[in-house]
């Protein structure tokens, strides 16, 4: 029973699909390093600098000290992150739309080429050499 299941994991794992998933995960999480990049080294200095120099990271509320924990550590609501996070997503969300936008074209485009064409109307000549040979079986 074990080698059974042993054998179908393999089947399972060799299979293309595991295998093309395993390549889309890892090559997922270099974009999302690749995008992190791009939003936190070139997109938030200039967003930043418009807005007065801040930085979006530096953002936060400091919450009132609870007077029931006097000696522990001030907590913020830390919404420059959250913020960052969401610019993260909406560039990393649009790239994989145009991605995924260009691969559905270039199926279609595969697709349109594939079909087999009408056959155009036949021309006058093929036309008038029909006539004469349904004629001349007559």
Do not use: H
């Amino acid at each position: 029973m074990k080698s059974a299941f042993l054998q179908e994991f393999k089947e399972f794992a060799v299979k293309g699909n595991a295998i093309d998933m395993a390549v889309g995960v890892i090559i997922g999480g270099a974009f999302g390093k690749i995008v992190s990049s791009i939003v936190n080294d070139l997109f938030m200095p200039p967003i930043g600098w418009l807005i007065g120099g801040i930085d979006f990271k530096d953002l936060k509320y400091d919450l009132p000290v609870n007077p029931l924990n006097e000696g522990g550590e001030p907590v913020s609501i830390a919404y420059g992150n959250f913020l960052q996070t969401c610019i993260d997503f909406i560039i990393i969300a649009f790239c994989v739309f145009m991605l995924v936008r260009l691969i559905m074209k270039l199926s279609r485009k595969k697709k349109e080429a594939a079909q087999p064409k009408a056959p155009a109307e036949p021309s006058e000549e093929v036309k008038l050499l029909r006539e004469i040979r349904d004629a001349l079986q007559k």
